[in-house]
């Protein structure tokens, strides 16, 4: 088992979730906040949630000090087709000279 620094960099944070390793509520969020400018953490906890609850993406586990997440494999592969989708419009919509990002997504 690997053991997780809990003071790890954003892309420490990517790279486990990446490979199935456990990261904890605080990494997630300031990962959030790097990448998306979404890092409040009741956006993180309201994500968390339905990731857990509804869809199945994360599972819980729970450690001798706090709870960590980690990507399942369904999570793993449905954010694989999400990002190649994206990506995919975003690369058509350049043609266009159009401009869009996750901001730009949420502010519409």
Known sequence: MKII???????????????????CFRAISECMGVYFHRGSPELVHIGLALAVSCLGYVE????????KYVLTLMGTIDSGIYLALFNTLLSELDKY????SPETVHAS
């Open 5 to 23: 620094c809990t003071v790890a960099g954003v892309e420490d944070v990517v790279d486990n979730a990446r490979i199935g390793v456990p990261v």
């Open 60 to 67: 819980v586990r729970k450690g001798p000090y706090r709870i």
């Open 97 to 100: 000279d159009i401009k869009l």
